[in-house]
């Protein structure tokens, strides 16, 4: 159910004419309510509610609840319909329209029906009434995630080795880790970011253990996260962190959680293993968690209790490395030494798939914006900004989900200005979400082909 704003009934005058002189082109103070109002005389019919997708003259997008008086639901989209394109919008396409009462059925704690049909009830005022809502967009940038109740962070920069550097991997990383007698340092690393890293850790010397464990380890090895533990002098640790041309100089070229302890392989492996396939709360589904991405540490960083948090960081203190940019965790209370850890499982709850979701999201916002200012370099960084905003509001209005969908109505949306589907009949299809994304993405990429 979409969370409608607060419904603000306006006193109705008899003359029509008066309500379709009203703009509606999403810009300037109408943009501030987002509302109007259709006046005339109510009949007796039943109330019948709908919500409508419409396309604006300038891209933007406006979903609809509408109330009509009509004989049916087929004559109240058609009259609905009908009135909202007098208006100058786009593409107008149904979700729904249902009777009053079966409305409130299937919302009931929507309030907003009950004022619209006493609205409409009244003789001689408001016989049609529809609110229009700008979609949420997907936010594009924002401010660093707050500070955890459980976790310790602190962010620092490396600098990587070069060709010819005589800096070791202790005096690299001995700046950040506390040093410890008898310690040594262990990568995780992603195989999906490497090629060949299996192999490439197979020839290494060092030892080495996949999470993955069973058929997996063999099915999903070019996929799976690779403990390693590091020997400061051998080439595979060097090449780890230096900066370079030859792509078996791996800086920059992958992330991975780095830390440093006393235990051997097999006890680190041991906790790290047991984060690969996590349950979710709600449902129980088993689900591969990919805790290993740095990018997934700092989604959940503000949310973890500290049950969860000591779950999930066992008794280390772990760095983030992505490039030149690293963060450092460790729970706000360490265990004390020599005490058993509490192993109970870490569960991914709603609130922390929700977290990761919206971070993806944002992630994915930053890219775009990256892509446009590259394509269309006239653009200032707000008008770039703006059209990537409207082009998230679409795609969510019309059903695009997949990245590759929106990333191409995007460009195109770059190529041929944010109110592109209203002006070329070619891509009008786009704005009909009846129509299955995979019809629609073949319209996409069928014309970035051809730019």
Same mark, same amino acid.
């Given at each position: *159910?979409?969370?409608?704003?607060? %419904?603000? %009934?306006?006193?109705?005058?008899?003359?029509?004419?008066?309500?379709?002189?009203?703009?509606?082109?999403?810009?300037?103070?109408?943009?501030?309510?987002?509302?109007?109002?259709?006046y005339g005389k109510c009949h007796s019919m039943?109330?019948?509610?709908?919500?409508?997708?419409?396309? =604006?003259?300038?891209?933007?997008?406006?979903?609809?609840?509408?109330?009509?008086?009509?004989?049916?639901?087929?004559?109240? #989209?058609?009259?609905?319909?009908?009135? %909202?394109?007098?208006?100058?919008?786009?593409?107008?396409?149904?979700?729904?329209?249902?009777?009053?009462? $079966?409305?409130?059925?299937?919302?009931?704690?929507?309030?907003?029906?009950?004022? =619209?049909?006493?609205?409409?009830?009244?003789?001689?005022?408001?016989?049609?009434?529809?609110?229009?809502?700008?979609?949420?967009?997907?936010?594009?940038?924002?401010?660093?995630?707050?500070?955890?109740?459980?976790?310790?962070?602190?962010?620092?920069?490396?600098?990587?080795?070069?060709?010819?550097?005589?800096?070791?991997?202790?005096?690299?990383?001995?700046?950040?880790?506390?040093?410890?007698?008898?310690?040594?340092?262990? /990568?995780?690393?992603?195989?999906?970011?490497?090629?060949?890293?299996?192999? =490439?850790?197979?020839?290494?010397?060092?030892?080495?253990?996949?999470?993955?464990?069973?058929?997996? +380890?063999?099915?999903?090895?070019?996929?799976?996260?690779?403990?390693?533990?590091?020997?400061?002098?051998?080439?595979?640790?060097?090449?780890?962190?230096?900066?370079?041309?030859?792509?078996?100089?791996?800086?920059?070229?992958?992330? =991975?959680?780095?830390?440093?302890?006393? $235990?051997?392989?097999?006890?680190?492996?041991?906790?790290?293993?047991?984060?690969?396939?996590?349950?979710?709360?709600?449902?129980?589904?088993?689900?591969?968690?990919?805790?290993?991405?740095?990018?997934?540490?700092?989604?959940?960083?503000?949310?973890?209790?500290?049950d969860d948090a000591r779950a999930l960081l066992?008794?280390?203190?772990?760095?983030?490395?992505?490039?030149?940019? /690293?963060?450092?965790?460790?729970?706000?209370?360490?265990?004390? #030494?020599?005490?058993?850890?509490?192993?109970?499982?870490?569960?991914?709850?709603?609130?922390? *798939?929700?977290? *990761?979701?919206?971070?993806?999201?944002?992630?994915?916002?930053?890219?775009?914006?990256?892509?446009?200012?590259?394509?269309?370099?006239? %653009?200032?960084?707000?008008?770039?900004?703006?059209?990537?905003?409207? /082009?998230?509001?679409?795609? /969510?209005?019309?059903?695009?989900? #997949?990245?590759?969908?929106?990333?191409?109505?995007? *460009?195109? +949306?770059?190529?041929?200005?944010?109110?592109?589907?209203?002006?070329?009949?070619?891509?009008?299809?786009?704005?009909?979400?009846?129509?299955?994304?995979?019809?629609?993405?073949?319209?996409?990429?069928?014309a970035l082909n051809e730019i």
């Open positions: *159910m979409i969370g409608f704003p607060k %419904l603000q %009934l306006v006193e109705a005058s008899r003359a029509m004419a008066g309500a379709s002189r009203t703009s509606f082109d999403g810009s300037g103070d109408r943009a501030q309510g987002d509302r109007f109002v259709f039943d109330l019948y509610l709908g919500i409508f997708f419409c396309l =604006m003259s300038n891209g933007s997008t406006r979903r609809i609840v509408a109330g009509v008086r009509s004989s049916n639901a087929e004559a109240a #989209q058609e009259s609905i319909s009908t009135r %909202l394109g007098v208006h100058g919008l786009g593409p107008i396409t149904c979700e729904t329209v249902l009777a009053e009462s $079966h409305w409130q059925q299937r919302y009931p704690d929507d309030r907003h029906a009950i004022r =619209m049909s006493a609205a409409c009830c009244v003789k001689d005022r408001v016989s049609f009434l529809e609110h229009a809502l700008v979609l949420p967009g997907q936010p594009i940038g924002g401010p660093e995630a707050p500070d955890s109740p459980a976790i310790l962070t602190k962010p620092f920069e490396i600098e990587p080795l070069r060709t010819g550097d005589k800096r070791d991997l202790d005096e690299l990383l001995d700046p950040y880790f506390k040093p410890v007698e008898g310690s040594a340092y262990y /990568a995780l690393l992603d195989a999906a970011m490497v090629p060949n890293l299996p192999d =490439m850790i197979e020839a290494s010397g060092l030892e080495y253990r996949c999470l993955f464990k069973g058929d997996a +380890s063999l099915e999903l090895r070019d996929v799976a996260p690779w403990l390693i533990r590091l020997e400061p002098e051998t080439a595979f640790a060097r090449d780890l962190f230096t900066k370079g041309d030859a792509p078996w100089m791996l800086w920059g070229r992958t992330t =991975m959680l780095a830390l440093r302890t006393t $235990h051997g392989i097999d006890q680190v492996a041991s906790h790290f293993r047991r984060l690969t396939r996590i349950r979710t709360e709600t449902d129980e589904r088993w689900l591969f968690f990919r805790f290993y991405d740095p990018e997934t540490l700092e989604d959940l960083r503000p949310l973890l209790a500290e066992g008794c280390y203190q772990i760095a983030t490395l992505a490039g030149s940019s /690293a963060r450092l965790y460790k729970l706000r209370e360490p265990p004390v #030494q020599g005490t058993n850890l509490q192993r109970s499982p870490f569960l991914l709850r709603a609130n922390y *798939m929700e977290a *990761m979701a919206s971070r993806q999201k944002r992630r994915f916002a930053e890219d775009l914006l990256r892509d446009v200012q590259d394509y269309a370099r006239s %653009l200032s960084l707000e008008e770039a900004r703006q059209l990537v905003q409207v /082009a998230l509001e679409f795609c /969510a209005g019309v059903g695009l989900e #997949q990245k590759d969908s929106i990333a191409g109505y995007t *460009m195109l +949306s770059a190529r041929y200005g944010v109110d592109f589907v209203l002006r070329m009949a070619t891509f009008q299809p786009l704005a009909d979400p009846r129509r299955s994304e995979r019809e629609r993405k073949t319209i996409i990429h069928s």
